[in-house]
């Protein structure tokens, strides 16, 4: 029973370091706009996303993705981006960001 805690407290952590990093920013920027879509995201670096999450430009997402797919962050499906893991996205909703 005590591990849930434990690795949800660890969990957390890792992601507040990584997303609160400001050499990450476009990163951390990225999976919130992602999760705050209502479903998968087609088009990340469409001027209409770039704009609407007001992003740096979409070379800066793109490359952005790159990484949160290496570090599993997010997932691409049928060319549509989304949250990797369901405890992540709804810790992310939990930060009202």
């Not at 920013?25 to 704009?51: L, R």
Request: proline share 4%.
């Amino acid at each position: 029973m005590h591990k849930i805690p434990l690795f949800w407290k660890k969990f957390v952590s890792l992601q507040e370091i990584f997303l609160s990093n400001s050499r990450y920013e476009c990163n951390s920027q990225s999976v919130y706009s992602i999760n705050n879509e209502a479903s998968p995201v087609k088009n990340i670096t469409s001027a209409a996303f770039v704009n609407t999450h007001r992003m740096k430009s979409p070379s800066a997402v793109q490359s952005a993705a790159r990484k949160l797919l290496e570090y599993d962050m997010i997932t691409k499906n049928e060319g549509r981006y989304s949250i990797a893991a369901p405890l992540l996205a709804i810790w992310l909703k939990s930060r009202n960001i």
